[in-house]
């Protein structure tokens, strides 16, 4: 699986768009970006995925580049209860049977805090 | 509402006794996982299982024992084995699917956590 670099934190003002970045230069052609967040002491919650055109759902907007060599999450109108740590995964999924399963590798995200 | 439950939230052992956590989801998901969680760390899978009576090592297995007699149900016995078993237990269930879209799509219970005393 390709590895991920995101930054360690970042801050939002209320209200604004928050864009996190994610680099995944050695993503190959079959893997997946996957966004998830994670409140703190509560179990992630998946937002977004994509695999090389930009997807936009009721929580948030991905990006990725055309070589896909990084991608941005993009909450359009940050608020507080936005503040989380945000994990950008790149996972192939494993293939057996003619179904497909997941197992995701999470590193340490990005603590994501957004203030009044 | 469909989701996982995870029980207890909160469990104090000490050490040398064995404890098991439940996890029960009414999703109808074929496949389930758990994950540990150190403070300040990322997620690390345990065990996974894809179907009923059948279930596999993830990347940090030794110390724990699992078991899927049910297609909703995923408990996980902490054996007095693991060296250090104070950490957040997380249970997540997925979909399988036949394309490729999609099949890391977690739903994740609230988590239980585990202090030995």
């Known amino acids: 699986d390709a590895k991920t670099t995101q930054p360690t934190s970042m801050d939002c003002a209320e209200g604004r768009a928050a864009n996190l970045p994610c680099n995944h230069s050695t993503i190959s052609g079959n893997e997946y970006v996957y966004w998830y967040r994670q409140i703190h002491s509560q179990g992630p919650q998946y937002i977004i995925h994509g695999l090389k055109n930009n997807e936009t759902n009721e929580m948030a907007s991905l990006i990725i580049t055309e070589d896909r060599k990084s991608s941005t999450l993009i909450l359009p109108h940050a608020t507080l209860r936005d503040t989380a740590v945000y994990y950008c995964i790149v996972r192939v999924s494993l293939t057996a049977g003619g179904t497909s399963y997941g197992k995701l590798t999470f590193g340490q995200g990005t603590i994501l805090t957004v203030h009044p | 509402d469909g989701g996982i439950t995870q029980s207890p939230k909160y469990l104090f052992r000490k050490e040398g006794q064995n404890v098991t956590l439940s996890c029960e989801q009414n999703?109808?998901?074929?496949?389930m996982y758990w994950y540990r969680q150190d403070p300040g760390q990322g997620l690390r899978l345990i065990y996974y299982?894809?179907?009923?009576?059948?279930?596999q090592k993830g990347d940090i297995a030794e110390g724990y024992s699992v078991s899927r007699e049910k297609k909703e149900s995923f408990p996980l016995t902490v054996t007095s084995a693991q060296k250090n078993p104070t950490a957040f237990y997380l249970c997540?269930?997925?979909?399988?699917?036949?394309?490729?879209?999609?099949?890391?799509?977690?739903?994740f219970g609230a988590g239980s956590r585990l202090t030995v005393l």
């Open positions: 299982s894809q179907i009923v009576n059948d279930f």
């Open positions: 999703l109808n998901h074929d496949a």
């Open positions: 997540a269930s997925s979909m399988l699917r036949r394309d490729n879209s999609g099949a890391n799509v977690l739903t």
